[in-house]
């Protein structure tokens, strides 16, 4: 069964300290993995796309990486306002669109 | 551009009762979507729509869940009857390209709570 795994559930960080966060996957196919950024009572807004294992993409003091079977979302010298919810979702073969818990990233100035 | 316009922003009603939640997507877009958001389940593709054609609806709970969209500027998603469980967040979403894969925007949400 398709399943995207993030961790931590949540973070808090000290402005300027940097960090990584996870997201697992197991899909029968992969054909795509997203990353969203959700302020509260807001809708997600696209980071990034990753098509395969090895890529690498990069926004501002976030940069995201793909293996066969994980994606890091690093975040370089983070600032306040890069507090949010940050979803992890993967585009399987068999066209599902499957989103992970996400993991809810506070960042103390 | 004004962006992917949903309507209404809430909407509270009592069990048994039918809604509707509409949905503008960006002008140009060909792929549509809802997604439903819970706490305790996260955020939940339902359908989605190519070019006005559903594709893929396997996420839709139940059959008191429906969507359509007549036209390539309007969608609607429907619960009839609704029950307490389908209290969330409804966001709707577009992206244009050709490819599932592309960016997706995303609408404000309809906050809907079954009484």
């Known amino acids: 069964e398709d399943q995207v795994t993030q961790s931590p559930e949540a973070l808090r960080l000290q402005e300027g300290e940097s960090s990584s966060l996870n997201c697992s996957y197991t899909v029968s196919g992969l054909r795509g993995l997203f990353w969203y950024r959700q302020d509260p009572g807001k809708g997600p807004e696209f980071l990034f796309t990753?098509?395969?294992a090895g890529e690498e993409k990069e926004k501002e003091r976030l940069k995201a990486t793909l293996t066969k079977k994980e994606s890091f979302l690093h975040i370089t010298a983070p600032k306040p306002e890069d507090s949010a919810t940050y979803l992890c979702?993967?585009?399987?073969?068999?066209?599902?669109?499957?989103f992970g818990s996400g993991t809810r990233l506070s960042i103390r100035p | 551009d004004a962006g992917v316009i949903q309507s209404p922003r809430h909407e509270v009603t009592e069990m048994g009762q039918e809604v509707t939640l509409r949905c503008k997507p960006i002008?140009?877009?060909?792929?549509l979507f809802w997604y439903r958001q819970t706490m305790m389940r996260g955020l939940e593709l339902l359908i989605y729509f190519n070019n006005n054609v559903p594709i893929d609806d396997s996420g839709m709970p139940e059959d008191r869940f429906s969507a359509k969209m007549p036209n390539a500027s309007f969608s609607t998603l429907k619960i009839q009857p609704s029950e307490p469980r389908d209290s969330a967040v409804y966001f709707c979403?577009?992206?244009?390209?050709?490819?599932?894969?592309?960016?997706?925007?995303f609408g404000p949400g309809t906050r809907l709570t079954v009484l």
């Open positions: 990753l098509y395969s």
């Open positions: 979702a993967v585009h399987s073969s068999a066209s599902k669109i499957i």
């Open positions: 979403a577009s992206s244009y390209g050709g490819a599932i894969t592309n960016e997706q925007f």
């Open positions: 002008s140009g877009h060909d792929y």
